[in-house]
């Protein structure tokens, strides 16, 4: 499977143009089912236990699954969140990295869905789970 | 109507322990409905072409329906969010506040649900809207 | 406030075009905020104590939702649903009719958003609230 | 793995209990995942066009995700929906069976997650997809 943009094109895309999260995000690995990008938390992430907050766990999902539609349909930034839903499910574990697996559902003309399980590093069970949907800009 | 906590209490509390957010959230009223809540964005919170992020919109509306809560059930900061949906419905103005406005539903035993609808500071149209449920830890 | 369609001509397409839920569903009134609809309730909707079911409940606020975005856009019917979420928060009233509160948030060129808050009728505290994106078709 | 219920159980259970529905699903197999259920629709579900309704597809997933809870916990009809939320992506095929298949995310002390995809029969891409929270009721 062939992608419109790759891991690095998209961690450069995050260096260049997200830099309140570029160093914080890594996109691991483009899959065939979307993508993995791990979340390597600051101060600013935690709350009181050193357990990530549950805003930087939708930030999270949210750029994750915008990442893996744009390794898709190429470069257009104007893709934007119309819908998002999230379930906080477990406590994250405490000072570890997150990792987010998204897969892609949809990559219609108008709308792209696509939904994502987050895990501590090293855990087997999801601490949340979300899916988005985004508007993709007319050509 | 009384209340658990007023907007002073609530204030002092996230001065307190909210570090993250203290100089950019300020509880401006609690209402016979919820809370309305403000957002002063800084620049972390901006995107190109100065309007809010959407995870910040997140954010603000995940703080705003807790916030709501501790007003009705007093200070159980361990009240978690177990799920969020949010609609992104128009771009938010450049360069302004915004006000999220919270309409608690239910505050049940264990399980709290609230909404919200957040605006532009002085426009009349929404910009986004949320709805979440929180766990309430037993006594 | 005029209106594309009012309810009589809700009502009116309701018969016509709905056959499953035309002796379920009544349009009581258009309103400036959205609209709100009926259900009353027959065998098939109930759970053991007489009240209505979840599943019943959805399909009260999808097409409550729906007949207000038509009662602002007219008689497009190809409008569909894209994305739904609902909260249950309360039991029903055994043996008694639900009433639904749309409240329109958006009507855009492409995408429609409403929520609604349903109430088991003569009570004052909501059952149940839904929020509903609907995707309109080009002219 | 072994199961609290199999598929042999659900469906004596839904023969028994579901007099609604007793027709029109069938639980084809208890997975390691979580459950896959079949609908078999029958007039009343359907749209013009002999496609499955919006509320069809709700009510399947809300069923599907019930049966598997109750795979892993036993006979507990009391577990009841909190909150649920359903895209629809594409167009059912014309008088095809549904294939729900759910996974399961949680199964707490109080809470369970599940979500599903689901798919016309015979085909790869999932119409639907849908993600529920059932509250468990104590012992």
């Known amino acids: 499977m062939t992608f419109a943009l790759d891991a690095d094109a998209l961690n450069a895309f995050l260096q260049d143009d997200f830099w309140q999260v570029k160093d914080t995000l890594i996109i691991e690995e483009v899959t065939d089912e979307g993508v993995i990008v791990r979340l390597k938390p600051t101060e600013e992430h935690l709350r009181p236990g050193a357990t ?3 805003p930087t ?3 999270l999902a949210d750029c994750a699954v915008y990442f893996a539609i744009l390794s898709r349909i190429g470069m257009k930034p104007l893709t934007v969140t119309t819908n998002a839903s999230i379930d ?3 406590k994250p574990a405490a000072n570890a990295d997150l990792l ?5 559902l949809k990559i219609g003309r108008v709308l792209a869905v696509g939904d994502c399980l987050i895990y501590s590093d090293g855990k087997s069970e999801p601490v949340a789970t979300a899916r988005m949907t985004y508007s993709i ?3």
Chains 1, 2, 3, 4 share one sequence.
Do not use: K, N
């Open 52 to 54: 990530v907050s549950g």
């Open 57 to 59: 766990m939708f930030m």
């Open 88 to 90: 906080y499910m477990r």
């Open 100 to 104: 987010c697996h998204v897969r892609l």
């Open 137 to 139: 800009p007319p050509e």
